[in-house]
């Protein structure tokens, strides 16, 4: 027991106490509010006691990962890289979709679980893209390792494209753009992908987009139009209506009565805590995704190189981007489109692989020397 004890103790020195603090914090908050909403609308506590073992396994697995030397998983890159790839490529084969979902972007599993690989695919890209940019960082602004970086980045994110889930794709685009500005990219390459940006808008919006992904921008611009609500916009409408009916304080946990609105324990699990613990929930919400932020920042700045630094940049940007989709969905201000809340939303691939991304951050820090006053 004694060598049990010190082995915490000695771990608890070495790694980012307050960075695991404000996830364990995530979870517990996710955990009760999930058990207000299954004993709510099923009467049972099942699916949330599956919740719960998917995050222990998750906080395992982000300590296990914690101790394994970060270049070690960068450099085993021939390994995880195709494993990942081939697992989403499967999906376009025997891959399923979520009700109400236009997505297939699943594989069923047995006992009625399911697992979504393009969640695996973004530890693997985090770890892949960072060693790839620490090998050209002294070079990164020539055209030949630009336009290498740029078709890195697009596989994983025209890949998940094609399943059809445009959230999960923008993510990996904003882990690129977020690891590449971290890198150095010039200005001059920056306004350039912006001004393609501005050309390909119209573009995409004439001959891309399918109806539906036009409807849902144009509702944000008539949030209370009865025809835009009745045909793709009352998941939203609700949603806002569920987050004023909270008020100050919410109506409580295990409340007798709640708003019931689609997909509420997952991509609209925001709402339902504006619901359930009202204002000074949401604003408990962010402060703890702020606090994970910062902290995942503040291990890149100490990192002792490039590779660690952007390793923890990279789940900084998975972790924020989905924050930011999520809770603008809920909002009113941001289209819906299928983003789980980390920690939070239902779904045990969720979180599991959130938490094991949290290891790969908390890897750079046990395998740097301790910060100052940290």
Known sequence: MKKIFGAVVDYLKSTDKLLLFFCMAASALGLLVLASFHNAFYGTLRGMLVQTAATGLGLIAAIIISKIDYHFMAKMWKIHAPAAILLVLLVFFIGTGREGADDIAWIQLPFGMSFQPSELLKLSFILTFSYHLS????????????????????????????????????????????????????????????????????????????????????????PDNPDYIKNIGWQQYLGRISIGSGQLTGKGLFADEYR???????????????????????????????????????????????????????????????????????????????????????????????????????????????????
């Open 135 to 222: 090998l050209v960082r002294p070079h990164i602004n020539s055209l030949r390792n630009v336009a290498l970086l740029c078709v890195h980045g697009a596989i994983p994110a025209l890949l998940i494209h094609f399943q059809g889930d445009d959230g999960t794709a923008l993510i990996f685009i904003f882990i690129f753009v977020s690891m590449m500005f971290a890198a150095g990219l010039s200005w001059k390459y920056i306004a350039a992908a912006f001004g393609a940006v501005l050309i390909a808008a119209p573009l995409a919006w004439f001959y891309v987009m399918n109806n539906d992904q036009k409807l849902r921008i144009l509702y944000l611009f008539h």
């Open 260 to 374: 019931k609105i689609p997909e509420m324990h997952n991509d609209f699990i925001f709402a339902f805590i504006g619901e359930v613990l009202g204002f000074l929930g949401c604003i408990a919400v962010i402060l703890i995704f702020t606090g994970i932020c910062v902290r995942l920042l503040r291990i890149s700045r100490y990192s002792k190189d490039d590779l660690g630094s952007f390793i923890c940049v990279g789940v900084f940007a998975m972790i924020v981007f989905q924050c930011v989709l999520n809770i603008g969905m809920c909002l009113n201000v941001l289209p819906v489109i299928g983003v789980t809340l980390p920690f939070l939303s239902n779904g045990g691939t969720s979180v599991l692989i959130t938490y094991m991304a949290i290891g790969m951050a908390l890897s750079v820090r046990v395998h740097n020397k301790p910060m100052l006053f940290d």
